[in-house]
C-alpha cells in the first residue's frame, strides 16, 4: 500500500464534493459529468451552455494546476490501442444505460442515500476490480 | 448568465479536485481496482471526502424551497433497481477496468494527459451516440 496518499485524496475528494453543492445550489443539477456531458447536445435548449461551459471549467482545471504546480502531473496509461477503444465504448454506453458513473451516482447519488445508485456503485466497482484481475492475470502477473 | 458562470466555477473546481486526488492518472485509479494485487486505497477515500461535504452541503441547500438560478431541484426520483441500470454498471465497470478512466477524467485529463486521452474519449462519446440511437430506434426497454 505505499502508493497510498490519503491526505491528497480527501482533499481532492472534497474539492469534488464542494463542486457537486455548488452545482446543486445554482442550478439545481446534479453533477453526474457523463450526463452533464451528453446533455451538452441532448439537453432542453436553455440548459446546454452551462454544461459546455462546466465541461470548459473541468478541462481548465487540470492546466491551473499543471501552471501552479512545481512538480508535473502524474499521468501514466499503459492501454493497447484495442483496449482504450473496447474500453471507451464500455464506459459510453454503460454510463447510459446505467444513467451514471462514479460522480453522478458515486458521489451524488450515495450523499442523497438513493439504493438505485449504491447497487450500481457496488455492481461497477465489483466488475471494475474483478476486469483488472483477470487482466493481471492473463498478463501472468 | 449567473447560471453559465456557476457551471464553470463548478467544473473548474471539480477539475482541480480530480487533479489533486491524481484521479486523473489511470495508473492511480487501476491501483485501487486492483484489489487482489498492491492495493492503493486512494479512490475509496476521494469517494468519502467528496460524499463527506456532499451529505452535509445538500442536506443545508435542500432547505431552500429552489437553487439560486432555477425553479426547483432536479433530483432523479426514480427508485427502480432494473436490468439497464445493473448491465449499464457492469459495462461501465468493465470499461473502466480495461483502462483506468471514467468520463470525468477522461475530460479533465485532455490537457495534461496523452494521447490516449482521446482515443479513449472518441470512443467513449461513439459509445453515448450509439446508446441514444438505440434508445430511439426503440431498441432498448
Known amino acids: ?141 | 448568465m449567473g447560471k453559465n458562470f456557476a457551471g464553470l466555477m463548478a467544473g473548474l473546481i471539480f477539475g482541480i479536485g480530480l487533479t489533486i486526488s491524481q484521479m486523473t492518472n489511470p495508473a492511480k485509479v487501476l491501483g485501487f481496482l486492483n484489489i487482489l494485487g498492491n492495493w492503493d486505497p486512494s479512490l475509496a477515500l476521494v469517494m468519502g471526502g467528496a460524499m463527506a461535504v456532499a451529505t452535509l452541503g445538500y442536506f443545508l441547500v435542500w432547505k431552500r424551497k429552489s437553487p439560486v438560478f432555477g425553479d426547483h431541484f432536479h433530483v432523479p426520483t426514480n427508485n427502480r433497481i432494473d436490468s439497464p441500470l445493473v448491465i449499464g454498471a457492469m459495462m461501465f465497470g468493465a470499461g473502466w477496468g480495461l483502462v483506468g478512466l471514467c468520463p470525468g477524467p477522461a475530460i479533465a485529463g485532455l490537457a495534461i494527459g496523452g494521447w490516449q486521452i482521446w482515443v479513449f474519449l472518441a470512443a467513449m462519446l461513439t459509445g453515448m451516440a450509439v446508446h441514444e440511437g438505440a434508445k430511439r430506434a426503440n431498441l432498448l426497454p
Open chain 1, 1 to 141: 500500500m505505499e502508493n497510498f496518499t490519503p491526505f491528497s485524496a480527501l482533499a481532492g475528494g472534497s474539492l469534488i464534493g464542494l463542486s457537486a453543492v455548488l452545482l446543486m445550489a445554482m442550478t439545481g443539477r446534479v453533477a453526474g459529468i457523463s450526463g452533464i456531458l451528453s446533455n451538452v447536445v441532448l439537453g432542453a435548449p436553455g440548459e446546454r451552455l452551462w454544461r459546455l461551459l462546466f465541461v470548459l471549467g473541468l478541462i481548465l482545471g487540470p492546466i491551473m494546476v499543471r501552471i501552479l504546480s512545481s512538480e508535473p502531473l502524474p499521468f501514466e496509461i499503459t492501454s493497447s490501442f484495442p483496449l482504450l477503444l473496447g474500453g471507451g465504448l464500455l464506459v459510453g454506453v454503460g454510463t447510459r444505460l446505467g444513467s451514471g458513473c462514479t460522480s453522478g451516482h458515486g458521489v451524488c447519488g450515495l450523499s442523497r442515500f438513493s439504493v438505485r445508485s449504491l447497487v450500481s456503485v457496488v455492481t461497477f466497482i465489483g466488475v471494475g476490480m474483478i476486469t483488472v484481475t483477470v487482466l493481471r492475470l492473463l498478463a501472468g502477473g
